[in-house]
């Protein structure tokens, strides 16, 4: 059995033993492989034959939604229209709160991308807290799916659960998420509250049933100012990674995007995340110079990422080994796992990716 959950764990809490390999992906770069036309058709075992193919350790992200799948009061009618080569996903979420709904589309071997989300609901945020408080209310539920999901999956992979930053709450999507947080800022912080006490209720669940982590993103939003960003942000990561201590868990951090500035000040070390991803290099991110940018760092976060996109998709094979074991050279004497700087692009070569994984442990 491959030790990825014992070598991932060991170096995200200080105590490494070899380099770890573990490149965001998803069904993105897998429905290509698995000949499926669309990531939303690809399953998590075989994301897992992926892994396993290209040779990489699997970080599996079992989403919070997987553990109240089961919760009957929250069926959600859905729809799929196909349109040329692109899927239109429409979800209603419906709960005696009122009605919202959420409107995606998929094009063919890439992630959906909502492009419509509920937010000019009169009811949304009477039907944000429905659904969380049905969550909480089911609590049982959750116990048991997590206890299935660990024992399926736990020998596989290093497992993390998560949930969207409290900001996010649900139903929400960027184009609006500022203006409606400015327009409802005390009923949206009362919310962040109660989903702050869902996180905690996950992060139990979860630790219990023998996950090793938990993971959440953003919100991308970093350019909005700093005393914004600290008032919907930090202060509430922060809590969540005090929480998931008490829980004996790590708490993975995801931004690629605009960093530099909050790094500058510190901010991520305020937020103190155990892993932090992804350190992107331009065009994706703004990070030109590795080194500076782990160093900015402090040395008890675990770092990760930082492979170009576009060149693992498109690069040679030795080209991509050399930069793979360039990284750890850049990143020496801090914990770093090599990782992309976002999800692998739809169409990146197997052997590329393979190629990735060899010059890392063989620099």
Same mark, same amino acid.
């Given at each position: 059995?491959?030790?990825?959950?014992?070598?991932?764990? =060991?170096?995200?809490?200080?105590?490494?033993?070899?380099?770890?390999? =573990?490149?965001?992906?998803?069904?993105?770069?897998? =429905?290509?492989? /698995?000949?499926?036309?669309?990531?939303? &058709?690809?399953?998590?075992?075989?994301?897992?034959?992926?892994?396993?193919?290209?040779?990489?350790?699997?970080?599996?992200?079992?989403?919070?939604?997987?553990?109240?799948?089961?919760?009957?009061?929250?069926? /959600?009618?859905?729809?799929?229209?196909?349109?040329?080569?692109?899927?239109?996903h429409t979800s209603r979420f419906s709960c005696p709160a009122g009605e /919202?709904?959420?409107?995606?589309?998929?094009?063919?071997?890439?992630?959906?991308?909502?492009?419509?989300?509920?937010?000019?609901?009169?009811?949304?945020?009477?039907?944000?807290?429905?659904?969380?408080?049905?969550?909480?209310?089911?609590?049982?539920?959750?116990?048991?799916?997590?206890?299935?999901?660990?024992?399926?999956?736990?020998?596989? =992979?290093?497992?993390?659960?998560g949930w969207m930053t409290p900001f996010e709450l649900s139903f929400l999507?960027?184009?609006?998420?500022?203006?409606?947080?400015?327009?409802?800022?005390?009923?949206?912080?009362?919310?962040?509250?109660?989903?702050?006490?869902?996180?905690?209720?996950?992060?139990?669940?979860?630790?219990?049933?023998? !996950?090793?982590?938990?993971?959440?993103?953003?919100?991308?939003?970093?350019?909005?100012?700093?005393?914004?960003?600290?008032?919907?942000? +930090?202060?509430?990561?922060?809590?969540?990674?005090?929480?998931?201590?008490?829980?004996?868990?790590?708490?993975?951090?995801?931004?690629?995007?605009?960093?530099?500035?909050?790094?500058?000040?510190?901010?991520?070390?305020?937020?103190?995340?155990? @892993?932090?991803?992804?350190?992107?290099?331009?065009? @994706?991110?703004?990070? &030109?110079?590795?080194?500076?940018?782990?160093?900015?760092?402090?040395?008890?976060?675990?770092?990760?990422?930082? !492979? &170009?996109?576009?060149?693992?998709? +498109?690069?040679?094979?030795?080209?991509?080994?050399?930069?793979?074991?360039?990284?750890?050279?850049?990143?020496?004497?801090?914990?770093?796992?090599?990782?992309?700087?976002?999800?692998?692009?739809?169409?990146?070569?197997?052997?590329?990716?393979?190629?990735?994984?060899?010059?890392?442990?063989?620099?």
């Amino acid at each position: 059995m491959k030790d990825t959950r014992e070598a991932v764990n =060991a170096l995200i809490r200080g105590r490494p033993f070899r380099t770890v390999v =573990a490149p965001l992906w998803d069904g993105i770069f897998a =429905a290509g492989v /698995v000949a499926k036309e669309y990531a939303s &058709d690809v399953t998590t075992d075989e994301l897992l034959d992926v892994a396993d193919l290209c040779g990489f350790d699997p970080i599996l992200r079992l989403g919070s939604d997987l553990l109240w799948a089961p919760v009957e009061s929250l069926r /959600v009618e859905t729809k799929t229209e196909q349109n040329g080569e692109t899927r239109r996903h429409t979800s209603r979420f419906s709960c005696p709160a009122g009605e /919202v709904e959420l409107v995606a589309e998929e094009p063919r071997k890439t992630s959906a991308t909502c492009t419509k989300d509920g937010t000019r609901s009169e009811d949304l945020y009477e039907v944000i807290e429905w659904y969380i408080r049905e969550i909480l209310d089911n609590a049982n539920v959750m116990r048991e799916q997590a206890v299935k999901l660990a024992g399926k999956y736990g020998g596989e =992979a290093c497992l993390c659960t998560g949930w969207m930053t409290p900001f996010e709450l649900s139903f929400l999507a960027y184009p609006h998420i500022i203006t409606l947080y400015l327009d409802n800022r005390e009923r949206h912080h009362e919310l962040m509250e109660l989903q702050m006490e869902l996180i905690s209720l996950i992060l139990d669940v979860t630790a219990k049933a023998g !996950f090793d982590g938990y993971h959440t993103a953003g919100p991308p939003i970093e350019l909005i100012g700093d005393k914004l960003y600290d008032e919907v942000a +930090t202060s509430y990561l922060e809590r969540i990674r005090e929480i998931a201590h008490e829980k004996g868990m790590w708490f993975s951090f995801h931004n690629c995007g605009h960093i530099r500035r909050l790094l500058e000040k510190g901010t991520y070390n305020r937020v103190m995340p155990d @892993m932090f991803e992804t350190l992107a290099p331009p065009p @994706m991110g703004e990070l &030109d110079d590795l080194r500076w940018a782990r160093e900015k760092f402090d040395s008890a976060i675990c770092t990760r990422g930082n !492979f &170009d996109l576009e060149f693992l998709k +498109t690069g040679d094979p030795r080209d991509i080994s050399a930069r793979s074991a360039e990284i750890l050279r850049e990143t020496s004497g801090y914990r770093h796992i090599v990782g992309t700087a976002d999800e692998i692009l739809s169409g990146t070569p197997v052997e590329n990716v393979q190629a990735m994984v060899e010059g890392a442990f063989s620099g």
